[in-house]
């Protein structure tokens, strides 16, 4: 038994040293090196839920009780727009009502050009409302909500709002067990309520596709593990399909439910090491030109404290809906296969019916792109998944995650072919903070980020903070970046680059010069003690001081190299270089000229070197 836990222990070590070594973010940047913009929040919002305006130059922050519009391109203050709480009449407002009143927003979405779709708790009877966009904040029609938006603020309940129909999963009742994918709209889809114990995690819309009748909503979700053993996650992760064109079945079977609703598992892990990843945490799609070759990025945790992102793509969701076997179903499939899209839903054989109703699990996992492993893991426990496609200098489109850290950082992370490479880990906030929610608003290039109070807007395309030289701004692998000849900028088609290796042999001699800040000679009392300050910019660098040709070692504190010197003598004298080398470039980062100054002085500035000296007078004494 000891031996085992040994074995484990020596195995979780070792897992953490191999996530760790490629998986440290290069760097850190902070609002001293990256432009931040913030806004402040009112009141104390527990859930904030973002929305792009169409032209991606306006965004919509939805928090407890209020509705914000934020032009981004002026200055002017966000506009507001206020949700009573439930209960409350223009006249009586009862000042100690509850929190139980309260309207948090939970859901926000385009409806039409003229509209936002908006929906939020309201004590406990979610309700949804129609809000004027031009001008801000009149309030059209409203809509009960149950089971189109959560009762609670907890409550996940993802929703796509398409064509005048919105698709969302949400309980039906405050404390019931009561989930199923519903559509709201003129071909409402209301089916019976799920039994297993299921929570919703992200919905999206695969379309438009060339043939209408083919667009999907896929929904992905964690569900309570059926198999109980005890070396069994609790949890398994699922993708789930139904059909846009799907009205429900016939009067006999299925009516008003979904005829084309099937489920996979997701599969994420590493087999050999036993390791899996089996709690879906969250889920971002980068679409591309074909609806089949976008890819999915999707974000696990498990219980060991551990996250992994596992990348999919929707041709293979798609393939393992239409080809894989019904578990469970053993027989020959009706010649019509069930769960692929039909235009006329009513008029499917009871046959194929009956098949999708008492099968709807299919047998086969999805399983990852290119040979099934996780793109990352790593020992931290990530929040958000949000995923950028950035055309970089090279004319390449690159793939870029944002990851956000339980701290309130955010990782920026490079998929350089199924490679995960840390760019940078941006802190938008000064303290630890929760982070809410995050937007990505790919167009203008830049990140959203939200916590209890503020919302912070990162842009993308701020590289000076990578450095003054060309070979820092290469070696940061950033698409978003490249060297312009005199600085690091957003990049552009003739700038300076190399995402793929980092290689600072593409910048020439003259592509900016190192300049090492030299100050003149200090003066230090003889027997005195002192140290000098190197500050490390990337934690993928070597760090060493030089003095008189020799190499000396580096004491690491957070985010310098510092060399320590006990005592100072004439042998300390002279100049001393902190040298970083990185991907076989070096370079010097500081430089500094030390001289003994005897007399005196020195008892005095350091009483500890004093108390010594006297303490050996007096021995030999
Ligand atoms: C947008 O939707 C709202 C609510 O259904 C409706 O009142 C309004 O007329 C619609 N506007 C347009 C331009 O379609
Ligand atoms: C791990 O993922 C599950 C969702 O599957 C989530 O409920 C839980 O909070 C996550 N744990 C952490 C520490 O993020
Ligand atoms: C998407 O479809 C095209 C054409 O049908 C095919 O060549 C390609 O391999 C598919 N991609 C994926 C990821 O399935
Ligand atoms: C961050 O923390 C410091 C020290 O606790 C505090 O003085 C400061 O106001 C905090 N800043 C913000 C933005 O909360």
């Known amino acids: 038994m000891v031996r085992f836990y040994v074995w484990i222990s020596l195995t979780i070590v070792f897992l953490f040293k191999a996530a760790d070594s490629n998986l440290t973010p290069r760097v850190r940047l902070t609002e001293k090196e990256v432009n931040f913009r913030k806004w402040g929040l009112p009141g104390n919002t527990v859930r904030t839920e973002l929305l792009q305006g169409p032209q991606g130059n306006s965004l919509y922050v939805g928090g407890h009780g209020k509705l914000l519009y934020i032009k981004l391109d002026t200055s002017i203050l966000p506009e507001e727009v206020d949700f009573p709480k439930r209960g409350d009449k223009k006249s009586s407002v009862n000042p100690t009502a509850s929190n139980n009143c309260d309207y948090d927003i939970t859901t926000l979405h385009i409806a039409n050009d003229s509209h936002l779709l908006v929906c939020g708790t309201n004590g406990y009877h979610p309700q949804c409302h129609f809000v004027n966009r031009k001008p801000f904040g009149s309030f059209g029609e409203s809509i009960a909500a149950e089971g189109i938006a959560p009762f609670s603020v907890t409550e996940r309940a993802p929703s796509v709002y398409v064509g005048n129909e919105l698709y969302a999963a949400a309980n039906s009742h405050a404390n019931g067990n009561s989930l199923a994918i519903r559509r709201l709209g003129l071909r409402s889809i209301w089916p019976d309520t799920n039994k297993k114990e299921q929570r919703y995690v992200s919905m999206v819309l695969s379309g438009p596709r060339e043939d209408p009748v083919q667009d999907r909503v896929y ?24 059909c846009a064109a799907d009205v429900g079945g016939t009067k006999s079977i299925l009516q008003k439910s979904w005829t084309s609703r ?47 992102v596992c990348v999919y793509t929707m041709g293979d969701i798609d393939r393992i809906f239409t080809t894989s076997k019904f578990r469970g179903y053993n027989d020959n499939l009706p010649s019509a296969r069930p769960g692929v899209c039909v235009k006329e839903s009513t008029k499917l054989p009871s046959e194929v019916l009956r098949l999708i109703k008492d099968h709807p699990e299919m047998e086969s ?25 950035v055309t970089g200098s090279d004319g390449r489109r690159h793939r870029v995650l944002f990851l956000s850290l339980e701290s309130g950082g955010v990782h920026k992370v490079l998929d350089h072919d199924g490679e995960a490479f840390i760019i940078a880990e941006l802190q938008p906030f000064p303290n630890k903070t929760r982070i809410l929610n995050m937007l990505l608003q790919s167009s203008q290039r830049k990140l959203y980020v939200a916590s209890s109070s503020e919302v912070v807007e990162v842009d993308l395309k701020s590289c000076q903070g990578y450095g003054d030289q060309c070979v820092a701004c290469v070696q940061a692998r950033d698409p ?7 600085q690091c900028t957003s990049a552009s088609r003739n700038g300076i680059q190399d995402v793929e290796q980092g290689n600072h042999a593409v910048c020439t001699n003259t592509d900016g010069v190192a300049s090492p800040s030299r100050s003149k000679a200090q003066k230090i009392f003889r027997w005195s003690k002192h140290y000098l300050e190197c500050p490390m910019f990337s934690s993928h660098a070597q760090y060493v001081w030089k003095h008189n040709g020799a190499d000396k070692e580096c004491v690491r504190t957070e985010g310098s190299c510092l060399l320590l010197i006990d005592s100072m003598t004439p042998e300390h004298d002279g100049s001393y270089e902190c040298v970083s080398s990185e991907g076989g470039y070096s370079s010097t980062v500081v430089e500094y000229d030390l001289e003994t100054e005897s007399g005196a002085g020195g008892l005095v500035a350091s009483p500890l070197a004093s108390a010594c000296l006297l303490l050996l007078l007096a021995l030999l004494g």
Not at 480 to 486: A, G, H, L, P
């Open 480 to 486: 978003y970046c490249s060297w312009d000849r005199t």
């Open 262 to 308: 099937l489920s996979a598992r997701l599969s994420c892990g590493i087999p050999e090491k036993r390791m899996y990843f089996n709690r879906l945490v969250d889920v971002a799609v980068l679409k591309a030109e074909r609806w089949n070759d976008s890819m999915v990025y999707a974000l696990f945790n498990n219980s060991w404290g551990m996250s992994a």
């Open 365 to 389: 996992p999805v399983e990852p792109v290119r040979g099934g492993g996780p793109l990352m893991v790593s020992h931290r426990y990530y929040r958000h998944i949000r995923v950028d496609g």
């Open 219 to 242: 929904t992905f979700l964690v569900e309570r593990n059926s198999d109980t053993r005890p070396e069994a996650d609790i949890w398994t992760s699922w993708v789930t399909q139904v």
